[in-house]
């Protein structure tokens, strides 16, 4: 009996919080911020790492290549966008964009779907909209990162080799616009499309070939309707180069600008995509 374990008395009663309360807008961040760190592998393995930031290695190379030249060999007095404009950027790394994007925005969706955790997210003070806008809100910084930053890079970059960096500045800030807007354009329509098949799907390899299946079909489909009736309008639907040329239009380059009708389906896909995702997710539910 002197052996026996003593019976201990343990308080596991329910006690009020006594930590500071972090306001709604933290747990928004935190979806951003984990949003951003998945498909970057940031935190996660070496090998996790290697695809996404191979392409981005591929992404800016172009930029980096041009401002380069004039900075490493002095006698070379060509500009940086004499080598490559904003829009030939855009259009070079587009088969680029379409790999981080396929490889990265729908799937950040499907994880907590095919884990069944919508339900514990929704049933705290977390929202549906909330969650959803957190999501999408990673999505647009992610892809900033591979579309507007090789942009950003030339634009400085520019700065930096020219021969008077304030004049030039000074002459060339009106770019900005056009090289912020036309980056969000392509940003805005992939954001929306991938993030819209993602939600529509638990399973990722579904998600993602989702998206393939639309800006690989996509342009064999317009291209062959562009060819037979020798129109640039069916290039207005195509989902892989339409955003891409709207881009360039505002970056102040016209590469077969199919007119007014690529800006209602970019307004179609954006709206659209926004409204599958609400209506996904408005139930509140892993449904």
């Not at 977390?126 to 507007?148: K, P, T």
């Not at 004049?167 to 991938?194: E, K, Q, R, Y």
């Amino acid at each position: 009996m002197g052996g026996a374990p003593r019976a201990v008395l343990h308080d596991i009663r329910y006690s009020r919080f006594a930590g500071a309360l972090r306001p709604r807008r933290s747990a928004v961040a935190s979806f951003v911020a984990s949003g951003i760190r998945r498909p970057l592998g940031l935190r996660r393995s070496a090998s996790a790492k290697i695809w996404p930031f191979l392409l981005l290695g591929v992404a800016y190379l172009p930029a980096l290549a041009v401002v380069a030249v004039p900075l490493l060999v002095p006698a070379v007095s060509v500009q940086p966008t004499d080598l490559i404009s904003y829009a030939q950027l855009l259009g070079t790394n587009s088969v680029v964009l379409l790999a981080f994007v396929a490889t990265s925005v729908p799937s950040m969706l499907t994880r907590d779907r095919r884990d069944r955790v919508l339900s514990l997210y929704f049933a705290t003070a977390l929202s549906w909209f909330e969650y959803v806008a957190g999501v999408f809100l990673a999505a647009l910084a992610l892809l900033a990162i591979i579309v507007l930053g090789p942009l950003l890079v030339l634009f400085v970059g520019s700065i930096a080799t020219a021969d008077a960096p304030w004049t030039w500045f000074t002459d060339h800030l009106g770019d900005l616009p056009g090289i912020v807007g036309g980056a969000g354009v392509v940003v805005l329509f992939h954001a929306s499309l991938a993030l819209a098949i993602g939600s529509l799907t638990a399973k990722r390899v579904f998600a993602v070939g989702g998206y393939l299946a639309v800006v690989l079909v996509g342009p064999a489909l317009t291209g062959a309707v562009a060819l037979v009736t020798r129109e640039d309008w069916p290039l207005a639907l195509d989902p892989a180069s339409g955003p891409v040329r709207l881009a360039a239009y505002l970056a102040g380059e016209d590469l077969a600008n199919p007119g007014s009708l690529a800006w209602v389906v970019w307004v179609l896909v954006v709206v659209g995509g926004l409204a599958v995702l609400g209506g996904r997710y408005a139930r509140g539910s892993d449904a």
